[in-house]
């Protein structure tokens, strides 16, 4: 399932269509789909960055479970913003009405 010269510590399960097609209604970007469609999330970059999988598994990788925390833990600093991935300290990447941002996980500074 892995193209050659990926560097992806593992790929996920098989994508759940019902997580990925709501979240296809909120994000607008093909490229993201796209990539996500073939690999599913995973840990890249020497597992200096994750990317969360559209999993039917309750778990870590699970962008649905991750959003709901996300939400919960942030509250309004965590308004519009969909996570989708982290890097190693926990900063995480999100969509936004403003394109993707880094959502500072100690400060809740965006960028």
Known sequence: MLEKNVDASFATDEVALGIFESFGKSINDNGYFEFMSKLNGGFFYERSLQMYSFSKVVAFQNI??????????????AKGHAVFAQDALGNQFSFTDNG?????CETAEVE
């Open 64 to 77: 649905e479970y991750v959003n709901k925390i996300f939400q919960h833990e942030y509250g309004k600093f």
């Open 100 to 104: 993707i941002a880094m959502f500072n």
